[in-house]
T-cell receptor, first 114, second 115 residues
Framework: NAGVTQTPKFQVLKTGQSMTLQCAQD?????MYWYRQDPGMGLRLIYY???????DKGEVPNGYNVSRLNKREFSLRLESAAPSQTSVYFC?????????????FGNGTRLTVT | AQKITQTQPGMFVQEKEAVTLDCTYD???????LFWYKQPSSGEMIFLIY??????QNATEGRYSLNFQKARKSANLVISASQLGDSAMYFC????????????FGTGTSLTVIP
C-alpha cells in the first residue's frame, strides 16, 4: 500500500548545485503536484500535471522544472539551487478532476541549500 | 480568485475537550470541495475529512466533524474529545469545479492538546 513515494527524504546542496526530486504514485491517479512548505506560508504549488504529457505552472514555479515521465512518475528539478529554495517539498496526487477528490501526499523531502 | 483563510496561528485545548479550528474561503466556482489535513510533528500530511459544497449534511469522520456554513463561506473543523495525539498543524484546503486540478491551502493552525 505504497501510495505516493518520494525520494530522497533529506538533501543538503550547495548554492548552484542541481538535483532532481523523484515522485511516484501507484494509485492510477491522473493528476500530480509538487508543493513547497515554508513556515507560516502553508503549502504553495510549484507545478502540477493534470495528466501524462501535460504540466502547468503553479504559484511559485521560478527556479524549478518538472517532468511527467509517465502516469506514475513526476519529477522536480532544481537546476541551480539557491538558499531561498530551502524548504520541505511534497509530491501529491489526485484522482481525475472533480471537487471531491482529495490530495494524497508523499512523506516530503527536506532540502537545505547552503 | 480562490482563497483560504485560517486566522488562528495557534490554539490550545485541554485533553478530552472539544475544539474548533476556523477556516473561511472565497471562490466563484459553482461547486467545490473543502478538505482538512493534519500534519503531525513527523511531517506527513494526513487527509482527515471532506465536505462538498452541495452536500446537505455536515461531514463527520469519527471524532472529526466539519461545521459547514455555505452562506458565510466557512468550513470549520471540530475535533471532539481531544487527545494528546491530536497535537499537530491543521490545514484547510479547497478544490473548485472550474479549477479542478488546483488545490488551495490555508496557512494552517497549530493545535496543542494540554494534558
Amino acid at each position: 500500500n505504497a501510495g505516493v513515494t518520494q525520494t530522497p527524504k533529506f538533501q543538503v546542496l550547495k548554492t548552484g548545485q542541481s538535483m532532481t526530486l523523484q515522485c511516484a504514485q501507484d494509485m492510477n491517479h491522473n493528476s500530480m503536484y509538487w508543493y513547497r512548505q515554508d513556515p507560516g506560508m502553508g503549502l504553495r504549488l510549484i507545478y502540477y500535471s493534470a495528466s501524462e504529457g501535460t504540466t502547468d505552472k503553479g504559484e511559485v514555479p521560478n527556479g524549478y522544472n518538472v517532468s511527467r515521465l509517465n502516469k506514475r512518475e513526476f519529477s522536480l528539478r532544481l537546476e541551480s539551487a539557491a538558499p531561498s529554495q530551502t524548504s520541505v517539498y511534497f509530491c501529491a496526487s489526485s484522482a481525475p478532476r472533480g471537487p471531491n477528490s482529495p490530495l494524497h501526499f508523499g512523506n516530503g523531502t527536506r532540502l537545505t541549500v547552503t | 480568485a480562490q482563497k483560504i483563510t485560517q486566522t488562528q496561528p495557534g490554539m490550545f485545548v485541554q485533553e478530552k475537550e472539544a475544539v474548533t479550528l476556523d477556516c473561511t474561503y472565497d471562490t466563484s466556482d459553482p461547486s467545490y470541495g473543502l478538505f482538512w489535513y493534519k500534519q503531525p510533528s513527523s511531517g506527513e500530511m494526513i487527509f482527515l475529512i471532506y465536505q462538498g459544497s452541495y452536500d446537505q449534511q455536515n461531514a463527520t469522520e469519527g471524532r472529526y466533524s466539519l461545521n459547514f456554513q455555505k452562506a458565510r463561506k466557512s468550513a470549520n473543523l471540530v475535533i471532539s474529545a481531544s487527545q494528546l495525539g491530536d497535537s499537530a498543524m491543521y490545514f484547510c484546503a479547497m478544490r473548485g469545479s472550474n479549477t479542478g486540478n488546483q488545490f488551495y491551502f490555508g496557512t494552517g493552525t497549530s493545535l496543542t492538546v494540554i494534558p
